[in-house]
């Protein structure tokens, strides 16, 4: 459940990070609200996955997370350049998020076996 939480603490990471490209300073009231709402409710939900996973972990996925879809949601609708360097270092972001998952994994199953 832990891994749940923390995929949804990083999706609206992203939500709150586009919110604060239309909230336009805080000047717009209801994108600065929303954006409000999704920091309050991704931390919130960060801090619940981070009961189970470890603090580097769960920070460096949720960070990740948010990273990866901001960057490619830029892409896709605000017409920020898309290269060949761009999406290697992304695809290598979301392989170390992936390898801090299976390292996880594998340690806690070698903590169970003790």
């Keep these: ?65 948010g990273a990866v879809g901001t960057a490619i949601i830029g892409m896709a609708l605000f017409g920020e350049l898309i290269s060949a360097a761009k999406i290697f270092f992304l695809l290598l972001l979301v392989g170390g998020i992936v390898g801090l998952k299976l390292v996880d994994s594998s340690e806690e199953e070698k903590v169970g076996e003790q």
């Design 1 to 65: 459940m832990a891994w749940i939480y923390l995929i949804a603490a990083g999706v609206t990471e992203i939500v709150w990070a586009l919110g604060l490209k239309f909230s336009e300073g805080f000047t717009n009231l209801v994108p600065s609200i929303v954006t409000i709402l999704f920091i309050t409710i991704s931390f919130y939900l960060l801090s619940k996955a981070m009961k189970q996973i470890p603090v580097g972990t769960a920070y460096a996925t949720f960070t990740g997370i």
